[in-house]
């Protein structure tokens, strides 16, 4: 799709400004069953009340997302979340090291408390606590907790800002509540515990080195296989309409260029300078821009992005994007 094609694309959600009539208005909608978009600090989400099984399911339905595939339930503190979830002492310890913040723990769900839908059939729950303030002023409005996944359609990339949002569920939600750029970029780190070790179900905005400070131990990353333990584990996910090269220093005629540190040439780069913070607010961005410049056939080359800090949630997505799709 060009660009033009995109910004010629009906739209029919509100879009609520960032004050207190705005997060009054949203909450209103979500109470009433209608979906709504909001900011938080990793990406959009496309928000549902989570006990309410019918607008779940129109989370899904917008999204076309399978419905094995879980979503992440956003709460204002850890006495909400642990309303909805059972904590041992240590999923509290992470918890109290690092909510409000880009982590989601996932841990033995309280049965009743949500709709089934939300976990996909899992005894777990997929449970955080943003830490951008519009959402925290949305949350405390609903007053119930509410589902959130990326606010894009099934597999595509997740967007990072309101225009966004408009540009692939406009015509399929009630509102988005516009907070301007996310300001992480990624969507949170999934934590996740095989017998009492902590396990890294999806790298994410909570870099393993953060982890480890708050752990106070190395957690290991799951190991890849064809369950799904947690939200966005698909292989295939995150992806452009073009296909994605990976770990491209010289690009091939007809290629676009995605840069990262120095390159020259590139139409686009994570971050000149090699800041990998930097890179991870502008990957989704920089990925919709170059699809929308991308004529039938074009590939987008993306250069190396060192494999540390941010680099290893970075890197897992664009894996994902490059993956073999159906079709």
Known sequence: MDANSQE?????????????AGVAEAARL??????VSFPTETVYGLGADATDGAAVAAIYEAKGRPSFNPLIVHVPSLSDAEALACFDPGARARADACWPGPLTLVVPRRPGALSDLVTAGLETVAIRVPAHPLARALLAAVGRPVAAPSANPSGRISPTTAEHVLQGLGDRIAAVLDGGPCAVGLESTILGWDDADPVVLRPGGLPAEAL???????????????GVAAPGMLTSHYAPRARVRLDVTDP??????????????????????GVLREAAANLFSHLRALDAAASEGTTIAVAPVPEHGLGVAINDRLRRAAAPRDG
Not at 8 to 20: F, G, M, N, Q, T
């Open 8 to 20: 010629e694309r009906h739209v029919s959600a509100s879009r609520l400004p960032d004050d207190a």
């Open 30 to 35: 979500l109470r009433a069953g209608r979906l």
């Open 212 to 226: 480890e400070g708050a752990l106070g131990t190395v957690p290991r990353a799951a190991v890849a296989s064809d």
């Open 252 to 273: 091939m005629t007809g290629e676009i260029w995605l840069g990262c540190g120095d390159c020259p040439g590139a139409m686009r780069n994570l971050s000149p300078s």
